[in-house]
T-cell receptor, first 116, second 111 residues
């Protein structure tokens, strides 16, 4: 395993539900990421937390709300989703050192989300 | 905007053959990375090549980088059925924390 866990692995929710995705990394990294992967589209970066501060929000609709309480945990809170939000949601972590070019990212297994 | 673009989109070969996948990108980079994804699972990092490197090896993997052409290739030698997966290149756009992924190449290795 990669040292990044995600729960739940599968989630089916109605458009009026509220749910949360959880990610935990056991690698001592200081950056965490949420990605969305839809069929036939490139992996889309949604949010980045760097040293626990959100440094990236790629025009993600407000029905997705991230939370990073500490450097090991990352949540994605979901509410009033649309069917087109059905996708594989991937969490990743990496080490970020100032002034040093990027390192590899470690991914969790993903949460398969279906919005009905 | 999308940075890495893999080519071909799909590749089917017989076990034992070599598989070559290509990636083109648009802007300057610090490094380029290749990842593998089994169906419905997370991505696994394979190899990282820095902009000042031209070739790198890891086991049966060989990666080349041509910064003048803004392109990279991933060669898997003596392929196995277990190599069946999608392969993605990712570039860092000179960021120290953000990667941009392509759509990937789906490799099928037939036993």
């Amino acid at each position: 395993e990669t040292g990044v866990t995600q729960t739940p692995r599968h989630l089916v929710m109605g458009m009026t539900n509220k749910k949360s995705l959880k990610c935990e990394q056991h690698l001592g990294h200081n950056a965490m990421y949420w990605y969305k992967q839809s069929a036939k589209k490139p992996l889309e970066l949604m949010f980045v937390y760097n040293f626990k501060e959100q440094t990236e929000n790629n025009s993600v609709p407000s029905r997705f709300s991230p939370e990073c309480p500490n450097s090991s945990h990352l949540f994605l809170h979901l509410h009033t989703l649309q069917p087109e939000d059905s996708a594989l949601y991937l969490c990743a972590s990496s080490q970020v050192d100032l002034g040093v070019s990027s390192y590899e990212q470690y991914f969790g297994p993903g949460t398969r989300l279906t919005v009905t | 905007s999308q940075q890495g673009e893999e080519d071909p989109q799909a590749l089917s070969i017989q076990e034992g053959e070599n598989a070559t996948m290509n990636c083109s990108y648009k802007t300057s980079i610090n490094n380029l990375q290749w990842y593998r994804q089994n169906s419905g699972r997370g991505l696994v990092h394979l190899i990282l090549i820095r902009s000042n490197e031209r070739e790198k090896h890891s086991g049966r993997l060989r990666v080349t980088l041509d910064t003048s052409k803004k392109s990279s290739s991933l060669l898997i030698t003596a392929s196995r059925a277990a190599d069946t997966a999608s392969y993605f290149c990712a570039t860092d756009d000179r960021s120290n924390y953000k990667l941009t992924f392509g759509k990937g190449t789906l490799l099928t290795v037939n036993p």
